[in-house]
């Protein structure tokens, strides 16, 4: 394959479902339900009608508790994947549907179907965002709650792929089955697979995660890596290390696609913008979301401090158990002195400080400003592409798609129709060769 030159390269939109996190702006008159169909219908139409490639669900597998009891900031209900993508696949057309589906608390077989299934229903558009997780907690709703060390989740995850390519793979391109066997370190099954070769041949698979192991992972089994980085330089040294993992696995660079998850910040001027931003990342921390952030990192009760004061002047002490279903962060202490420094340095509050060391919104501006952003980040080789991740649900893109996607294809660096039926087309990846 011959990698694309930069001056030439399309840009890859995805559109990401905000769902249960502290993140999305429950407060504002425009937010609707999380667990209703027709938010999901209404976001993945707009999504379409922006001609995107995919539309994307995360998954939650337990509800997150602190100090032993039920979150109430971010619980609205976590709906599975897959099922309201079946839904979605009969009032859509062309944009993908991309599910997040567990590698460690699923089975091959099973997701297998399912995700054929899918991509049989939506002629060719299902992707697989494989997630792995060494969480006991999340694995005590499961049967072997908590078995998996960590450094095996990813070996697991890998073993996952390839039976669920093989099982794929057990029907012939004209449609005759035969009988599958896998023996391995993690999954010893045998039999015969009851749905015919899809579309596309196989989902496309989409892997999220910053990690070497996870950029490793990614390298050898994805089409897509969902990922997150702020600046273009660290968007550049990301996409250099990973695309430069291919070759060994006798990959083109093409092959991967590199889409980080962004938020968009649209105003009039540059100013408005700007005051925009500012605004809903206020309204995303809140003065109880502050605390919790700093009780996650300190890994104590700080319900006694005042959100609007000074931080507390003694090391965390971290509690695991004070946290349950949140990714753990890094070193506390260099962080916690990190947040300290900040505060100090600019007079900020803990609500202030949380406000300006959390921010996740990565292009604020103009319509004509942010469209000239993603066409930089792109041709300059630090992505692919970009999945919006809004900050309302349901109508959270409808500013971009109204008033972005034109420029970005009048600039000639977006589709203007959808030109293949599979997400396979729209991403520009090849059909993959049938394992008979």
Known sequence: ?????????????????????????????????????????????????????????????????????????????????????????????????????????????????????????????????????????????????????????????????????????????????????????????????????????????????????????????????????????????????????????????????????VSVVLGDTAAEAQERAAEIRRQQVSPQNAILALEQLWGTDLSSYDPDGPFPDFDPVPDPTLTQGRTRRGDSVALAEKWRSLSRDKGLSIRQTVIEASARQSFIGTPEAVAADLKTFVRQDAADGFVLVPHLTPGGLDEFVDRVVPLLQERRVFRTEYRGTTLRSHLGLPDPAWQG
């Open 1 to 261: 394959m011959t990698v694309r030159s930069s001056a030439r390269r399309q840009i890859h939109l995805a559109a990401h479902f905000p769902g249960v996190n502290s993140t999305t702006v429950w407060a504002d008159p425009r937010s609707r339900s999380q667990i209703a169909f027709s938010s999901f219908e209404q976001l993945a139409r707009t999504a379409e009608r922006g001609l995107f490639d995919f539309f994307f669900l995360a998954e939650g597998l337990r509800l997150r508790e602190h100090k032993g009891r039920i979150h109430d900031l971010d619980v609205v209900g976590r709906p599975e994947s897959l099922t309201v993508l079946n839904a979605l696949a009969a009032v859509t057309e062309r944009i993908g549907l991309a599910a997040t589906v567990d590698a460690t608390f699923n089975e091959p077989y099973e997701l297998a179907r399912r995700l054929a299934t899918l991509d049989h229903l939506s002629g060719g558009r299902a992707a697989w965002n494989v997630v792995t997780s060494s969480d006991a907690f999340t694995g005590e709703n499961f049967r072997r709650g908590g078995y998996l060390d960590r450094a095996d989740r990813y070996t697991r995850a890998a073993e996952f792929v390839d039976v669920a390519r093989e099982l794929w793979d057990s029907w012939t391109p004209d449609g005759l089955p035969r009988p599958f066997a896998h023996r391995g370190q993690h999954f010893d099954i045998a039999g015969e697979f009851t749905v015919p070769r899809s579309p596309q041949g196989h989902p496309v698979v989409i892997q999220a995660g910053d990690s070497g192991e996870g950029r490793e992972f990614a390298a050898r089994t994805a089409d897509v890596i969902f990922t997150r980085h702020g600046t273009l330089e660290d968007g550049r040294a990301f996409y250099a290390d990973v695309k430069g993992r291919l070759a060994k696995y006798g990959r083109d660079p093409d092959d991967l696609k590199i889409m980080p998850g």
